[in-house]
């Protein structure tokens, strides 16, 4: 196996993984951005801005949590697929 094969099979694999990339980070991105928008709307009330960056870290932490989960669901779905 050449660089070369290796190079064209890096490339493809990356085009074909490119729009679901693409579609997760823009939905955890907005998702990030809600959280900290409400978050700061509320807290404002209160005058508790400071604890803003708390609950984007919270709302990080509970998206990345479904989003791991999902990819070792996935991944042991695929490892049991590839023994049969």
């Known amino acids: 196996m050449g660089r070369l094969y290796l190079f064209e099979k890096l490339c493809r694999h990356l ?3 490119f729009p679901i990339v693409s579609l ?3 939905l955890v991105g907005l998702i ?3 959280v900290g928008t409400l978050g700061t ?3 404002k009330m209160f005058g ?3 604890f803003v960056a708390d609950a984007v870290t919270i709302g990080m ?3 990345m949590d479904a989003i791991m989960t ?3 669901m ?3 779905y695929q490892n049991r697929f590839a023994k049969k």
């Open 41 to 43: 709307i509320q807290l």
């Open 24 to 26: 997760i980070s823009m």
């Open 70 to 72: 999902g990819r070792f």
């Open 61 to 63: 932490l509970r998206v």
């Open 48 to 50: 508790s801005q400071i």
């Open 74 to 76: 996935v991944g042991r």
């Open 32 to 34: 990030l951005a809600s």
């Open 15 to 17: 085009l074909e993984a």
